[in-house]
């Protein structure tokens, strides 16, 4: 009867502490240390901050690439948080009265608004340029 130990389930079940400490997806080249005080830590990510309109650098182009031979306006060259390019997307979509989206910190209008939208950014203080 001493071949058995007693188990304590609780530290078998997996919680949500135990998961986040056991990020090994995450371990960047780290396999395996002997080291008893090695910890991994993650690299942070930088926090990237929306310039000031007037050091954007933002091109407006015409694109017709994979979409079935519709035309939409595409703006490009947005540095800034994500949530700084939904409201300019937000904004031009209301200012031209059409559809849109935000991908990959580019703008996409639907259609050919080239004009306006340059007109916009423009207005707004923005450095921008026609394609």
Do not use: H, W
């Amino acid at each position: 009867m001493g071949y058995r130990e007693k188990v304590n389930y609780s530290d078998l079940c997996l919680t949500e502490s135990n998961v986040m400490k056991d990020n090994r997806k995450n371990r960047e080249g780290v396999v395996y240390s002997t080291n008893p005080d090695f910890e991994y830590s993650n690299p942070e990510e930088e926090k990237t901050e929306t310039l000031p309109p007037g050091k954007q650098q933002l091109k407006v182009l015409l694109d017709k690439k994979a979409r079935a031979g519709k035309q939409a306006t595409l703006v490009t060259g947005f540095a800034g948080t994500d949530e700084d390019l939904e409201t300019l997307a937000k904004k031009l979509k209301t200012k031209c009265g059409v559809g849109g989206s935000t991908k990959d910190g580019e703008i996409l209008i639907q259609g050919d608004f080239r004009d306006k939208v340059l007109q916009a950014l423009v207005a707004d203080g923005y450095k921008a340029k026609k394609i």
